[in-house]
């Protein structure tokens, strides 16, 4: 046996340890780049040569270099990513939103405070226009607040609708990278080996995408991977990609969705199954949040503007006429969906804003001359509710203060309307009343106690509760009886002669009287023979009566009332004060809901990045490069290659004894 076997392995022995030092090499150098999955040279035995001595080793073969790769934290980093994506985009969005409704001087809540404060000079002074004027003033100024924060969310949407289509753009282009890495993967693959630094690539190009949206991957035999999305879709499949796109929402074009566009056909992505990724995150603000606090913000502009008008209705100006608007509100919409096939149009108007809530409603055609109603923000009693055709042709009024008809046309089967009450109120608010001599201050009639009373009895409180009242018909009521049984005659001066009725009643302690438009409160108890007398207002430049109830709309429940009977009969006049809250009230619930959902969002945030970090930590300490390790590795495979050329050296001088002792 030469030496050549012994110059043969330790040639195999360097060739195996260069390879390794350079693979080592290779890890320290990208030991900072994105993506890179650390690589080591797999060895193997070589097959062993037999001899009558048994089989000698004939040294060592490179078999591959590999890359440190597993699926499962692979997957679990990924999806953790696209958790956390979303988080942090709802998040961003979030405190932008709580910018919007401020705290103290600055919020709308005390601007609306003043606006009610300012009624207490026009009460003490009702001939006063300087005091009416600041009425005007800050009537001016609380629209102009409204108008601001609709504006804002306006600003919000916007940002929303460009991130989105961004987010889309850049899904799109890594998509595109995926399959020319699967064309590429595929076309290496065919050498027998794995092309490690590809591979790494789609990894990361995958990684990226899971930042946008949550996906999943099926790997095929020839290398290729597959890419999946809400719950199926594909977006990358072999070498050939989807395309992303962005659609307007079916009812209102200022809203995105998303959507599909795979060999020609354009499919809409409903956003529920989205799961993860900064889109999702996105459109939950846009469908959830932006929706909530749009419609808690036009609640309170059509609760304060629909109560404050009503008031004003019922009082007389300085020219002794009724109240006109003081303040306008955006309209109730019916918007209908993309998808219709039918000819139907609905409408909504607001009967009573004190009862409609902060929510968007669907109307759909469920055929047989059955529609259903759903509240989207949530489903309290009696909705979702089956409403006949015969009362939306009549007008539905038996939901949250809403007046629903079928204005037109035929509806088909599954034909969806979205009804917003509320959605524009805030945005559209203004001011429309200018002349401050136009302010009601007046009540339009006035009580007189006799003044042979002996009874305890006075005015509590006379207001009118409706704009129907007639100030020419004057009312006369005489206690018989100390238990509060009187006797009245109404007489009315409308037209010559006056008609006159008489009859009798009943007034019980806490409760009202009331005629022709007007309710009083009593204190105290009448005694028998005691009068009352309600008339029309003589001078009402210095009558208070309804500058008194416009002040304390500032404490009656304007917002979010809910009517007694749920639904199942017509609205009443007390139903509408049953619940709800006052206008500080409202506000301080529209801070909270916000100030919740921004710790909630954050709190989501800052949990799920937690987990990405430690997933993607798990990830790093598995397929990641660490230097100290590798310099470790430099240093074995250093002197591997040492002892291997010193085997040669020793080959070599093994070679050299034998040539001489050949033939000389």
Excluded: C
């Amino acid at each position: 046996m030469g030496a050549s076997p012994l110059i043969s392995i330790g040639m195999r022995a360097m060739t195996a340890n260069y390879a390794a030092l350079q693979a080592t090499g290779n890890n320290i150098a990208n030991a900072n780049t994105p993506g890179y999955s650390r690589q080591t040279v797999q060895l193997e035995t070589a097959t062993g040569q037999f001899t009558g001595a048994g089989f000698f080793g004939k040294g060592v073969n490179v078999k591959t270099v590999a890359r440190q790769h597993d699926e499962f934290l692979v997957r679990e980093a990924a999806i953790s990513r696209s958790i956390a994506s979303s988080d942090a985009a709802r998040a961003d969005q979030l405190r932008q939103l709580e910018k919007i409704f401020p705290m103290g001087e600055a919020g709308i809540g005390y601007s609306a405070g003043q606006l009610f404060n300012a009624f207490v000079d026009v009460s003490n002074q009702p001939q006063d226009t300087a005091a009416r004027q600041v009425v005007l003033s800050r009537t001016q100024e609380l629209a102009a607040r409204f108008r601001t924060a609709a504006e804002q969310l306006d600003m919000l949407q916007t940002g929303i609708t460009q991130d989105i289509k961004l987010n889309v753009k850049n899904a799109n282009e890594l998509a595109r990278q995926i399959a020319e890495l699967n064309q590429s993967i595929a076309n290496a693959k065919g050498l027998g080996h794995e092309p490690n630094d590809l591979l790494d690539k789609r990894d990361l190009a995958i990684n990226d995408l899971s930042k946008i949206l949550q996906v999943s991957t099926i790997a095929a035999d020839d290398g290729t991977t597959s890419v999946f999305f809400a719950g199926g879709q594909p977006l990358v499949v072999g070498n050939e990609a989807a395309t992303l796109t962005t659609l307007p929402d079916i009812y209102d074009s200022t809203k995105l969705q998303i959507g599909t566009i795979d060999k020609g056909i354009t499919t809409a992505i409903p956003s529920s199954l989205l799961g993860g990724g900064s889109i999702t995150g996105l459109l939950q603000f846009q469908n959830q949040d932006l929706t909530s606090a749009r419609n808690q913000l036009g609640q309170m502009a059509l609760g304060i503007a629909g109560g404050l008008n009503a008031q004003q209705s019922n009082g007389w100006d300085l020219s002794r006429n009724f109240g006109t608007d003081i303040l306008s509100v955006g309209p109730a919409r019916a918007l209908a969906s993309d998808l219709n096939t039918g000819t139907g149009v609905v409408d909504v108007s607001i009967d009573n804003p004190s009862l409609v809530q902060a929510s968007d409603y669907e109307l759909e055609y469920l055929g047989s001359n059955n529609y259903r109603l759903s509240r989207l923000s949530n489903q309290t009693a009696p909705l979702p509710v089956t409403v006949t055709a015969a009362q939306l042709a009549a007008g539905y009024r038996n939901v949250d203060g809403l007046n629903i008809t079928l204005s037109s046309g035929t509806p088909a089967v599954g034909d969806k309307f979205l009804l917003q009450p509320v959605n524009a109120a805030a945005r559209d608010m203004k001011r429309v009343l200018d002349d401050p001599r136009g302010i009601a201050a007046a009540s339009p009639v006035t009580g007189n106690l006799g003044s042979t009373n002996t009874g305890t009895a006075s005015i509590a409180e006379l207001k009118v509760v409706s704009n129907t009242v007639n100030p020419k018909i004057s009312v006369a009521l005489t206690f018989t009886n100390s238990t509060g049984a009187y006797s009245y005659t109404q007489t009315d001066n409308t037209t010559p002669p006056p008609v006159v009725t008489t009859g009798t009643g009943t007034w019980t302690a806490g409760q009202a009287i009331t005629f022709n438009g007007w309710s009083m409160q009593l204190n105290g108890v009448p005694a028998s023979g005691d009068t009352i007398t309600v008339g029309e207002t003589l001078y009402p430049a210095n009558n208070n009566g309804n500058a008194n109830a416009l002040l304390g709309l500032r404490d009656l429940n304007l917002i979010g009332a809910v009517r007694a009977g749920n639904g199942t009969t017509a609205p009443t006049a007390t139903d509408a004060i049953s619940q709800g809250v006052n206008v500080t009230d409202a506000y301080a619930a529209v801070l909270a809901d916000v100030g919740v959902r921004v710790q909630s969002g954050l709190l989501a945030a800052d949990q799920s990045a937690s987990i990405e970090a430690d997933a993607v930590a798990r990830q790093s300490s598995f397929s990641g490069v660490n230097l100290d390790e590798e310099a470790a590795r430099l240093i074995q495979f250093q002197q591997s290659y040492q002892a291997a050329a010193k085997m040669l050296q020793i080959a070599q001088s093994l070679f050299d004894s034998l040539m001489q002792l050949g033939p000389r």
